[in-house]
């Protein structure tokens, strides 16, 4: 147990819609990242948050958007969801910066229908 | 076009014996880490390596870090059915990238 959770664990919805997957980092930890896990991609860095604020962001598309909060869980928010969104979704968390060791979550497997 | 080449894609050996995966690109890297990703979890961290011909050993996970820093091995020795996962080079400049992975089995 890596002490990040994530929820849902499994998701299933249709083409259109919208999905919010929820993060908390380990204690203490300050940085969450997200991650796209897919068969033809592979393991995709999407975004990371330091703090509340936006530090590095990767392949993420504009449908998609995520924010980190005062309490330091996070929100990844998934819109006008395609058939190629269905993948794992990870969400990791480090104590600070990019430099620092990476704790990932057991994923959420969405899957769009 | 993959930042980083991991080879070989899948690899089924049995319970015992020695096998190299390997990472590589065509870009110079400051350091370079290797996860262990088994099914349904998320990656876990095993080693990162940072010096030009680093050699670093975790049990029988032995990883090297080319002189040139553009590439990377993972040799593991007397393979045993708990080293089943896929296998995943990384590195991070101004984000991270995956490897392609290695997926492996070990037969008992």
């Known amino acids: 147990d890596s002490g990040v959770t994530q929820t849902p664990k499994h998701l299933i919805t249709a083409t259109g819609q919208r999905v919010t997957l929820r993060c908390s980092p380990r204690?203490?930890?300050?940085?969450v990242y997200w991650y796209q896990q897919s068969l033809d991609q592979g393991l995709q860095f999407l975004i990371q948050y330091y703090n509340g604020e936006e530090r590095a962001k990767g392949n993420i598309l504009e449908r998609f958007s995520a924010q980190q909060f005062p309490d330091l869980h996070s929100e990844l928010n998934l819109s006008s969801l395609e058939l190629g969104d269905s993948a794992l979704y990870f969400c990791a968390s480090s104590r600070g910066g990019l430099t620092d060791t990476q704790y990932f979550g057991p994923g959420t497997r969405l899957t769009v229908l | 076009t993959q930042l980083l080449e991991q080879s070989p894609q899948f690899l089924s050996i049995q319970e015992g014996e020695n096998l190299t995966v390997y990472c590589n690109s065509s870009?110079?890297?400051?350091?370079l880490q290797w996860y262990r990703q088994e099914p349904g979890e998320g990656p876990v961290l095993l080693v990162t390596v940072v010096t030009g011909g680093e050699v670093k050993k975790l049990k029988r996970l032995t990883f090297q870090f080319g002189d040139a820093r553009k590439d990377s091995s993972l040799h593991i020795t007397a393979a045993q059915p708990g080293d089943t996962g896929l296998y995943l080079c990384a590195i991070r400049s101004n984000q991270f990238y995956f490897g392609t992975g290695t997926s492996l089995t070990v037969i008992p």
């Open positions: 204690s203490g930890d300050l940085s």
């Open positions: 870009s110079v890297f400051s350091s």
